[in-house]
C-alpha cells in the first residue's frame, strides 16, 4: 500500500509553507520586530521560565494570561480565545464555522494563510483583487459575496504585504452588510495609529477581532488571541486542541504575586490605549504581569 494514494487531493495541490532564515537584522518577509522586548521584561520572562515543571501539562486554559489580556483590551476573560499564535486561530474559525466546500473570502494581495488553511481544511478561497492603491473594492467584493456565499471574510488591517489600514467607512460598510463571520486582522494594529474594530463587537454578532504578541517584539512566545461575542467563542473553544498554549507562551505565575489585575471592562469602553508607539509601551509590560 502507497499511503500517499490515501492523500486528500487539497493536501496533494499544497506546497509546505517554507521560511527562509536569514541573517539579516530587519526582516521584512516575517514583519518581525528587529528589537527584544525592554530587558527588564525580557529579564522577567526568562524568570518566569525557570518556575515551569518541565514534567506537567501547562494550564489548559492559560488563565493568568487570559485574565491580563481580558484587562488589557476590555473584553471578558468568556470573550477571549488564546492560541498558539492568530495563525492557529485563523485555522480553528475555518473548522468550526465552515461545512464542506464553503467559501473564505478575502482580499488579495493579502496574508497568504488564509487561502492555504482554507485549501487545507477542503474549503474554497475566494480572493478579491484590492483596488490599485490597495484600497477595499468594497461594491465587488459584496458582489461576490451575494453570488458564492462565502461564510468567513477575512480582512486584515492594516494589511499585510501592503502596510495600509482600509478605510473605516469601507469596512463598516463591510460589516453592515456581509451575512456571515468577519474576521479583523489586527496583527499590526499597535503600528497603525488607529483604534481598531473592538469596539463594534457590541454591534456586530458575527464579528471576530485577531491580534497577536508576535509583531510587538514576541514572536517567540507564539502567543495569538481572539476577542468575538461570548457565544461565538464558546464554539470555537469546541475545537480548541487541549494545551494548544504551552507553558512557555503562559508560564505560571508566582504564587504571592502582588499585581492583581483589576475587572474585565465591556468592549463598548474600550477606549485608551490607541496611539502606536505609545500602545506597545503600555501594553507589553501589562501582558507580562501576568508573569510576575
Ligand atoms: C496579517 C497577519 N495575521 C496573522 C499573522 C500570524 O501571526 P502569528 O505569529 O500570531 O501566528 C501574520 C504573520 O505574518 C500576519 O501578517
Redesign the pocket.
Known amino acids: 500500500m502507497n499511503p500517499l494514494d490515501l492523500l486528500r487531493p487539497e493536501v496533494r495541490s499544497l506546497t509546505p509553507y517554507t521560511i527562509e532564515h536569514t541573517a539579516a537584522p530587519v526582516k521584512l518577509d516575517?514583519?518581525e520586530s528587529p528589537y527584544d522586548p525592554p530587558a527588564e521584561i525580557s529579564l522577567k520572562i526568562r524568570e518566569a521560565l525557570e518556575r515551569i515543571h518541565l514534567n506537567r501539562y501547562p494550564d489548559p486554559g492559560a488563565a493568568g494570561l487570559k485574565t491580563v489580556l481580558a484587562e488589557m483590551t476590555g473584553v471578558a476573560p468568556d470573550q477571549l480565545l488564546l492560541g498558539n499564535?492568530?495563525?492557529?486561530l485563523?485555522g480553528y474559525l475555518i473548522t468550526t464555522f465552515l461545512g464542506q466546500g464553503k467559501g473564505v473570502l478575502f482580499p488579495s494581495p493579502?496574508?497568504s494563510?488564509y487561502g492555504i488553511i482554507a485549501a487545507a481544511f477542503g474549503q474554497r478561497a475566494i480572493p478579491v483583487s484590492l483596488t490599485e492603491n490597495f484600497e477595499l473594492d468594497t461594491t465587488t467584493l459584496l458582489e461576490v459575496a451575494r453570488r458564492e456565499k462565502p461564510q468567513i471574510l477575512f480582512l486584515?488591517s492594516p494589511?499585510?504585504p501592503t502596510g495600509n489600514a482600509f478605510a473605516r467607512d469601507q469596512v463598516i460598510r463591510i460589516l453592515d452588510a456581509f451575512d456571515g463571520i468577519t474576521v479583523l486582522?489586527e496583527?499590526?494594529l499597535d503600528f497603525s495609529g488607529t483604534a481598531g474594530y473592538l469596539k463594534e463587537l457590541s454591534r456586530y454578532p458575527g464579528l471576530v477581532v485577531?491580534r497577536?504578541?508576535?509583531?510587538i517584539g514576541m514572536?517567540a512566545l507564539?502567543?495569538?488571541f481572539l476577542m468575538g461575542r461570548a457565544e461565538v467563542v464558546a464554539q470555537l473553544e469546541k475545537v480548541r486542541l487541549p494545551y494548544n498554549v504551552n507553558a512557555c507562551s503562559a508560564p505560571p505565575r508566582r504564587r504571592h504575586s502582588g499585581a492583581q489585575p483589576g475587572p474585565a471592562r465591556s468592549p463598548g469602553r474600550v477606549s485608551k490605549g490607541h496611539g502606536g508607539q505609545a500602545r506597545r509601551e503600555q501594553c507589553v509590560p501589562r501582558v507580562f504581569e501576568a508573569l510576575l
Do not use: H, P, Q
Open positions: 516575517a514583519n499564535g492568530s495563525d492557529e485563523i493579502t496574508f494563510m486584515a494589511n499585510n486582522d496583527a499590526y485577531l497577536t504578541l508576535s509583531k514572536a507564539r502567543v495569538g
